[in-house]
């Protein structure tokens, strides 16, 4: 085990016992004192730019006098948009609140700019009303703009972090953070939880994409140049009305967890926790930095959200932050002996405002009030709480601004998706990409040729854009909710047009006539936290579909140049083979002509633009990433004279011997899984957190972590089902042998009635059935329990696993409700399986 933090208490009892001189050599008193100056040393006294005005000070100690207890409390709540109204926020004066990934004013997914900015004024003047609550202080609304204003349909999208990481450059960044600043006060709202400054250290990690380099040096410098960018230079513009508040997050070590498990365990000692993974705040923080957030991994085994000494004794305290810290959804219910309705351990750890989504936020209001007034948490830390928040209030000048609606940029309509955001972002995406295979100098492409654009992200902005875009996980999305966007083939198709040649579409790599060369353009579906955690970096493991298209399209002797669209680095070395060009594209964005830019000449033949970006990270050799196939800094810009690859690379994955288990749902569908719910004859896929077809619904909830599980409310008034299902049907022999089984875990919230069926697919007219009501009518209601279902059974009541397309569904004609959060196949089944 990595060597913790040495602990407060622990170091003044050795000092008080070195000084006490009967038991303690001057040996060991040196020794204590060492490490006592050892830990004082690691963490800097941040030079903040913002400093302490007495004036507001004393208007804020004039405040706390005159506020009642309840009135504080409500400061520190953040609830979610789709769990308050209106008049709660007029009856409680809730200090902040939020919209979390996928939510909307209205719960409508096609809100415009005035839907966001009617809420946003209907709360403010809510939250100054007093004649409910007594208090007339303004909230805030915070939203996760990460790369543009993400939520928004119509705004820029950026290229995400990782992306971004790959320019290394502070000064665009800069300018990035503006533009969404701009776009975000539009919209009325005050505050972005931007930047993340996690240093990923494990490519596995589903959050990688969200980090700009696993170099710290880089993630420094972009957090200051961000939140530069999203709050203005104080002395100079800092908060007026072109800037919102930044959040630094999240505090500390999320990008260090052993395996690259999303909210897991970062085991390092406390010079590597800030040599790696604190050089963020170092950088945010001497940028003036308001705000930070806790996050939900822990640092050898004690969760951030109750972590005083890193919270008080290091942030607050050693680095000298005066601005508040914000924690995560519902993140202090991950710490021992707490839920998320009740925790007075992170308010005591230092945890100023609690992000408590769901109908979490009432219990945890009342119950925080009787905890002060039983004086489990100290009135005292209520009150550092909440001068905290009014600070930052006041120096974003919240109480002297107009309303939402009235400031200067709200309403601005014309900035959403502005001609030059969007330029700005085409020129993100310009520096962004990463030429890592060029034989021949087959790149740049002469746009006079026949281009053939294929693969499956050739024309969808949704893939390109990725996770945290629209929805939380980037997922349902189509180009049509991205007004103003270009897909990477329509940059390459209006570039090419315009020189005199042709780009032939055709996702699958079919043509009529023989092409100069082809663009295949693929690599991972959208995904956000905890859904893009792999065990395993081999891309498409076990189902290489776009190793395939490419082969095929070399066979014919065709050039070809791969697009790869991923958030991380993965093991490609046979797509790296099977490729003449190979060029990183991240997660590009809105503005997919940035790479038609890059990728294509000038109809002169001369290069419009070179390739400058630089890997973030190292590029892995072997699919667990034991060794750099590529180191950090890697790439090459057109007219490289040395290739950085060999002319064959290794295609072997060893001898693995155990096959891993299959995971279905985990938190959420894993692609290539898709839900669909059918209600008679109609069927529609799930792309949303709530979604209802007929006689089903269908709604995500809080099971341990944000979003994690499922609920299927059966009406009864008619037959109806839910399947997770595949659009192409997948080759699972490998788990044919007598032991494989279907691992579900269910919670069955009703009555089980007597014709619930447990239905697999193969194809329309292929498939397994078998009666589940018996099986379900012996579990004890409201409790999770683990079902194993023996797969040679349901493979001999007719399901073939050599084209599985729909792997686990329940339907009925009864009203019914049931939930689950854990689908996979297991290759060996500890238990004896059941055989329907």
Known sequence: MAQGPFPKKLLAAAIVLALGGCA???QQTTTA?????EVEAIWPKIDSPVVLDQATEQRITEMLAQMTLEQKIAQMIQPEIRDITVEDMRRYGFGSYLNGGGAFPNNDKYATPQDWIDLAEAMYQASVDDSLDGSAIPTMWGTDAVHGHNNVIGATIFPHNIGLGAANNPELIEQIAHVTAREVMAT????????TVAAAQDLRWGRTYESYSEDPSIVRDYAAAIVTGLQGKVGENFLDDQHVISTVKHFVGDGGTTAGIDQGNTEVDEQTLFDVHAQGYVGGLNAGAQTVMASFNSWNGDKLHGHDYLLTDVLK?????????VGDWNGHGQIPGCSNYDCPQAANAGLDVYMVPTDAWKPLYENLIQQVKDG???QSRVDDAVRRILRVKMRAGLFNKPSPAERPLAGRLDLIGADDHRAVAREAVRQSLVLLKNEGQLLPLDPSQRILVAGSGADNIGQQSGGWTISWQGTGNTNEDFPGGTSIYQGIAEQ???AGGEAILSENGDFTEQPDVAVVVFGEQPYAEGNGDLDNLDYQRGNATDLALLKKLKEQGIPVVTLFISGRPLWTNPEFNASDAFMAVWLPGSEGQGVADVLLRNADGSIQYDVTGRLPFAWPADPDASAALLEVGAGLSYGSSEAILADQLNEELGESGDIDPLVVFERAVKSPWLLELRSGEQRAAVESSIQELGAVRSETFDDEV????????FSGESLAAFNLVTPFPRDLRAYASADSALSVTLRVDSAVPNDVMLNLYCGEQCGASAAMSAQLQGLPQGEWQTLELSLTCLQERGFDLAKASGIFGLS??????????DIRLVPTSENEALCL
Not at 188 to 195: C, K, Q, T
């Open 376 to 378: 489990v948490i100290a």
């Open 317 to 325: 305290g050693k680095m000298g932050f005066d601005g508040f810290v």
């Open 33 to 37: 004192a060492d490490a006592a100056a």
């Open 496 to 498: 090419v047009a315009a």
């Open 706 to 713: 944000q979003e994690d599980a499922r609920q299927f409310n």
């Open 24 to 26: 303690e050599s001057t």
């Open 188 to 195: 009325g709202i005050d505050w972005v939880f931007a930047p």
């Open 812 to 821: 009925t004609a009864s009203e019914w409700s049931v939930s689950f959060n």
